[in-house]
């Protein structure tokens, strides 16, 4: 399970590497628009309060409408560049931050406690220099 400091962190890689992506793919530009990392970026802290229940989330809310009219207003950006952003990004970093109740963030193998490998009687000894997976078996403990 990752730290919700990780999450964010995880998020904001996101955002760049779609940026750098981007950059070299031309992907936005090919549809005559521009990849909003501003938008990106106050995405990750919307969908963070969001997911976490805080008293703030409204105030995030407006905020990020506010300061995509600001960036309309002042064409920074169209506001087709903030929604195309944001439909990009807002499902890879919706998927991160669910991490945080996931059970598995990262591939675990685990055995039973009762469960070990052990080695069979006698094979240790005589294939000592020469060791193989089918020289172990499962044992209960």
Known sequence: ?????????????CVYIVMYADVYFKIWPSLGLDYSTHTAL???FVIYLALNGTKLLIFAIVSMLMYACLMVYQAYHSAA????TASVIAPVVLFVQKQRTAKLA???VRLSSRRRLTPEPGLLQ???STPHSENFSETEH
């Open 81 to 84: 560049d903030i929604v195309t």
């Open 1 to 13: 399970m990752l730290k919700p400091a990780a999450l964010i962190v995880v998020s904001v890689g």
């Open 106 to 108: 990262l591939p675990v």
């Open 42 to 44: 106050a995405l990750v």
């Open 126 to 128: 005589s294939r000592l």
